[in-house]
């Protein structure tokens, strides 16, 4: 069995505070060795200006694995942003797009606001569901 890599978003963590979907994904990573949680850097950040505290939260969960943008990747994310989509959401499909170009094509971002990432090419997983 393969490892399973799913991306997590600003509108995700900020989901932390109660969604019990979102909590019960980072409860099964904490016990399944196949599942890795990524979190974005800018992701984290985006979250923690809406609600300050979400960056050390998420520090403290050894479920959540972080992936720093380069140079390169943070222009691609900015560019994303100015096209309309939230700094959290373009971190996660530039981030999505890393993991899988660097060995999981199979990289998902985990969200709880699919709609955000329509036409952008990358695979969703909606935790409303």
Same mark, same amino acid.
């Given at each position: 069995?393969?490892?399973?890599?799913?991306?997590?978003?600003?509108?995700?963590?900020?989901?932390?505070?109660?969604?019990?979907?979102?909590?019960?994904?980072?409860?099964?990573?904490?016990?399944?060795?196949?599942?890795?949680?990524?979190?974005?850097?800018?992701?984290?950040?985006?979250?923690?200006?809406?609600?300050?505290?979400?960056?050390?939260?998420?520090?403290?969960?050894?479920?959540?694995?972080?992936?720093? &943008?380069?140079? %390169?990747? +943070? #222009?691609? *994310?900015? /560019?994303?942003?100015?096209? @309309?989509?939230? &700094?959290?959401? %373009?971190? +996660? #499909?530039? *981030?999505? /797009?890393?993991?899988?170009? @660097?060995?999981?094509?199979?990289?998902?971002? +985990?969200?709880?606001?699919?709609?955000?990432?329509?036409?952008?090419?990358?695979?969703?997983?909606?935790?409303?569901?």
């Amino acid at each position: 069995m393969g490892e399973e890599h799913l991306v997590l978003d600003s509108p995700t963590l900020l989901a932390l505070r109660g969604n019990k979907q979102v909590s019960g994904l980072i409860h099964y990573a904490h016990t399944d060795e196949f599942l890795r949680l990524w979190v974005p850097v800018l992701a984290m950040v985006d979250a923690d200006t809406d609600f300050e505290g979400i960056a050390e939260h998420v520090g403290q969960m050894e479920a959540l694995g972080t992936v720093p &943008l380069d140079y %390169a990747d +943070a #222009v691609d *994310a900015l /560019r994303l942003r100015h096209s @309309g989509l939230r &700094l959290g959401c %373009a971190a +996660a #499909v530039v *981030a999505v /797009r890393s993991i899988a170009a @660097g060995h999981a094509p199979g990289a998902v971002i +985990a969200t709880v606001e699919p709609q955000h990432y329509d036409g952008f090419g990358v695979a969703v997983m909606d935790l409303n569901r």
